[in-house]
């Protein structure tokens, strides 16, 4: 079975256009971009289209190269102070001269859409989320709509990152999952992957994932993005891995739509507890 990331974006999309329109309010999204990476600027394409669909005002912050981290600091903390703007987005990664950790912790929590602030990590990992991270949303989603159960299989998820590997497998965990998380260091890596239910695979390596670290039935979830001549490739070899798997997301059109839906519900999230809720 293929988990048609594309379709089931699309649906939450139309589900949340209707629930922005009935809501009454507009929300808005701000996207800081440093520099000109090629990749980031069609990721903020693809946000700001996705806004457009939806009913979410959407702008773009666009900083130098050069930039450094004060001035981004300081882009950051006009947008945290805009009465106009409910959600906040810096797109990564960020040039090596800078500070992400200094960034990230810069964004107001209640306008951090995409849940990377260590306050929202925090509430996340303490079992009571406020802004989840839009991949790991966007994947818990996923498994939702096709109905793979998750409660007491065991998930392995390669790839330690703050923005995928560790909140996903706090989701995954308190979905009663029983998680590995596997990295750069793991021994023997095929063992482990291959025991799981649900592979997940966040690592940047086109063709990582072969069929023989992959058992027969297994849910296997693709979150690369990696560029091979040009052509958008995930972490998987998905035509070996795909008749053995049980369940496999393709790339493109698995995890990566279902991220932007996630954005949006962030974003409507963020405007939704901001205007009809606001700290006073
Ligand atoms: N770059 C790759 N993934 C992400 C993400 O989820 N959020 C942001 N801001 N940048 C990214």
């Given amino acids: 079975m293929i988990l048609d990331g594309k ?9 949340l256009e209707e629930k922005i329109g009935e809501s009454g309010i507009q929300p808005h999204l701000a996207m800081v971009l440093v520099g000109e990476d090629p990749a980031s600027l069609l990721y903020i394409n693809m946000k700001h289209r996705a806004c457009e669909r939806v009913g979410i005002g959407s702008i773009s912050i666009r900083l130098p190269v050069e930039a450094g981290t004060d001035e981004i600091i300081g882009a950051v903390s006009r947008l945290n102070n805009d ?10 990664p960020l ?9 990230v912790e810069a964004v107001a929590p209640d306008k951090d859409v995409d849940g990377f602030h260590p306050l929202n990590m ?25 109905h793979i159960p998750v409660a007491g299989k065991r998930a392995v998820v390669v ?15 308190f979905a009663d999952a029983t998680v590995t998380f596997c990295h750069s260091k793991t021994l023997d890596l095929p063992a482990h992957t291959r025991t799981a239910d649900i592979l997940v695979s966040a690592v940047g390596k086109a063709r990582f994932i072969t069929a023989s670290m992959v058992q027969a039935g297994a849910t296997v979830i693709d979150v690369g993005t990696n560029y091979v001549q040009g052509k958008l490739t995930g972490d998987v070899d998905f035509e070996g891995v795909s008749p053995l798997a049980g369940a496999v997301t393709p790339v493109p059109g698995g995890v990566g739509p279902m991220t932007i839906a996630s954005l949006m519900e962030n974003t409507f999230q963020a405007a939704w507890k901001r205007q009809c809720f606001p700290v006073r």
């Fill in 83 to 92: 009465l106009q703007i409910d959600g906040i987005l810096v797109q990564l």
């Fill in 95 to 103: 040039p090596p001269h800078i500070s992400t950790r200094a960034v």
């Fill in 7 to 15: 379709r089931v974006s699309e649906k939450r999309l139309e589900l």
């Fill in 159 to 173: 790839g330690r990152s703050i923005e995928v590997g560790k909140p996903l497998g706090m989701l995954l965990l």
């Fill in 122 to 146: 925090g509430r996340l990992f303490m079992g009571d989320p406020n802004i989840i991270p839009c991949t790991s949303r966007g994947i818990m989603s996923l498994l939702e709509e096709y």
